[in-house]
């Protein structure tokens, strides 16, 4: 299953502009993980936020969709959007050798 932007809800949206640099990412990050899977976020910002994607594509490959609403050059809208796992995803995420598997020595 693919989530599109269409179908996710938005649940709250950060105008980071308004927040200390040191403390915007990890603001971004709990907000996201405190949204249900479908639901989605609001990044305000006065800059391209390309770190922040970085991140995101280092710490929840597959677990986000990311897409511009507003792409400067005065304000950049990102809309984050918390994926819906697929069966593939929780067989993967549920696999282990170690789940009574014959490789446990």
Known sequence: MTMTISTAILATTIDVREIAPH???TLIFNQFDALEPGQALQVVNDHDPQGLH???EQYLPGKYDWAY???GPELWRVQISKLVATNAQVKIAGS???SGGACCG
């Open 23 to 25: 403390d915007r990412h």
């Open 54 to 56: 970085r991140q995101f």
């Open 96 to 98: 282990s050798c170690c």
């Open 69 to 71: 609403l507003e792409n």
